[in-house]
């Protein structure tokens, strides 16, 4: 066969190859799953591959993060108290082959697993514990579906309450009690407050009992003060002791001997 048939030959084969090969593109975040004759093959990664078209197709499967969002499901607490709770799953397709072939959906089977683990863990909390949010229910329903859901080729990365709705008429008794709580510890506030005002002016009297002078000395400082006005008078009325002291220094003058004072008269 010479150049010149080779050639020609060439564009035929070509068509052939093209008719019989065909290039598949798995997009990245991605992988596809082969099957030849209906029979699962092998996964493909992303990027460019040549199949045969005869026989064979692919299966694209997301592998990116999901959120599966379970809402409002009704669930008794351990008061035997109804209320609802959404609930939002975050989660992630690792082994494709078995997500696809395991069940008819892994996403419904996921979200059924959800709501038994929901129920179930719900189940074991008072109803106060699921309001104020002292229970991580969230990550026990992670732990609790985490085993379920890597059976189905799936890893769950968290699990997060959204709303925790109750009654209406349970929403106006914690409301009630959340009030009640709240005037108690101010009442409880104002009390210490007052306590500890009573205390000081006990240890304020108790000094004042002691040493008598410290009163004239806070009366002193008080109307001298950084408060004070100026150009207003004020009248100190003197204790009888600094008053008999004073006489005393009066009567002397200035250099002059002590007087002693004088005794009042007896009456008659």
């Not at 045969?52 to 692919?58: D, E, I, K, N, T």
């Not at 997301?62 to 209320?83: F, H, K, N, W, Y």
């Not at 799953?89 to 419904?108: C, G, K």
């Not at 600094?242 to 007896?266: K, N, Q, T, V």
Request: aromatic share 4%; glycine share 8%.
């Amino acid at each position: 066969m010479n150049d010149a048939t080779l050639v020609m030959a060439l564009p035929l084969v070509l068509l052939v190859l093209r008719a019989l090969v065909r290039k598949a593109v798995v997009p990245e975040g991605s992988a596809a799953l082969l099957y030849r004759q209906g029979r699962y093959t092998r996964t493909l990664g992303s990027g460019p591959h040549w199949l045969w078209r005869l026989g064979s197709r692919v299966e694209l499967v997301d592998l990116r993060m999901s959120i599966l969002t379970v809402p409002g499901q009704e669930v008794l607490c351990r008061d035997q108290v109804a209320l609802k709770v959404s609930v939002a799953v975050r989660y992630a397709v690792v082994v494709p082959d078995v997500a696809l072939h395991r069940v008819q959906s892994y996403r419904e089977a996921l979200y059924l697993a959800v709501q038994l683990a929901l129920r179930a863990e719900a189940g074991k909390h008072a109803l106060e514990e699921l309001v104020s949010g002292r229970v991580s229910l969230g990550e026990a329903l992670r732990a609790s579906v985490a085993e379920q859901a890597r059976s189905l080729g799936l890893a769950v990365e968290a699990a997060e309450l959204k709303d925790v709705m109750l009654p209406a008429d349970l929403r106006r008794a914690f409301a009630e009690s959340l009030k009640a709580r709240k005037e108690g510890q101010a009442s409880l506030e104002k009390a210490r407050g007052e306590t500890a005002a009573l205390r000081s002016l006990a240890n304020a009297a108790r000094m004042v009992e002691q040493s008598p002078a410290l009163l004239q000395l806070r009366a002193l400082q008080t109307l001298g003060g950084a408060g004070a006005t100026p150009g207003n008078t004020f009248v100190v009325g003197i204790g009888p002791d600094l008053s008999l002291l004073s006489r005393r220094r009066g009567a002397a003058g200035p250099g002059g001997p002590s007087a002693e004072a004088e005794p009042e008269p007896e009456p008659g």
